[in-house]
């Protein structure tokens, strides 16, 4: 069953600003985690903020995770043409290793040159 | 760095066919998954495994079964394909936790048409 919910479904920008998109979930996490897919190819692993920190940067990117609001925001500063693609959040449910991931249905993110 | 290959990235098979798809990893990872993705549904999970000769079943099983004789190796089989098995399907691999989920690493997606 579905779990994370990225918010909004779709977001076009111009290159050089910023690109925020959420994540709300259900139920307790271990940690969470966003992933970037380009168009018809594979999910990139970006980011993994476990459930006892804030926030975390990773270069040009940077999440938050509320836990009491169970939601998450990724921040993408200084937006380029190539990071046009889909990003979804992950949750990890509790169950442990050998449960894996759940996953939303994604924020695309359009830069415009 | 993580290689996770998958054996197509296209497919064209008929209505009843059985079909096989192969998924290999090179980073002896102990997790592997076999997610369907379709627009505006997202990623669903339908098989995983966390063990040679173990699997799981995830939200949308049915018309699916899967095989891990080998760790690196875990194959994805409709046994009769049907055309609402079209989509884009995607593996993945992960170190075993515990306690919590790593990060997982996908392979490129197979692009299923069934006709």
């Known amino acids: 069953s579905q779990q994370g919910e990225e918010d909004p479904q779709a977001l076009s920008i111009q290159e050089g600003e910023n690109a925020t998109m959420n994540c709300s979930y259900k139920t307790s996490i271990n940690n969470l985690q966003w992933y970037r897919q380009n168009s018809g190819r594979g999910l990139v692993h970006l980011i993994l903020i476990r459930s006892n920190e804030r926030e975390k940067h990773s270069g040009r990117l940077r999440v938050t995770l509320d836990t009491s609001k169970k939601s998450s925001s990724l921040l993408i500063t200084a937006s380029r043409a190539a990071d046009t693609a889909s990003y979804f959040c992950?949750?990890?449910?509790?169950?442990?290793?050998?449960?894996?991931?759940?996953f939303g249905k994604g924020t695309h993110l359009i830069i415009q040159p | 760095d993580v290689k996770v290959t998958q054996s197509s990235r296209y497919l064209v098979k008929r209505t009843g066919e059985k079909v096989f798809l192969e998924c290999v990893q090179d980073?002896?990872?102990?997790?592997m998954f076999w997610y369907r993705q379709d627009p505006g549904l997202g990623l669903r999970l339908i098989y995983f495994?966390?063990?040679?000769?173990?699997?799981e079943k995830g939200d949308i099983p049915e018309g699916y079964s899967v095989s891990r004789e080998k760790k690196e190796r875990f194959s994805l089989i409709l046994e009769s394909a049907s055309t609402n098995q079209t989509s884009m399907y995607l593996c993945?691999?992960?170190?075993?936790?515990?306690?919590?989920?790593?990060?997982?690493?996908f392979g490129p997606g197979t692009r299923l048409t069934v006709t």
């Open positions: 992950a949750t990890d449910g509790g169950g442990g290793g050998a449960d894996g991931l759940t």
């Open positions: 980073m002896d990872h102990e997790n």
């Open positions: 993945a691999s992960s170190l075993f936790g515990t306690d919590f989920s790593y990060e997982q690493y």
């Open positions: 495994s966390y063990d040679v000769k173990m699997k």
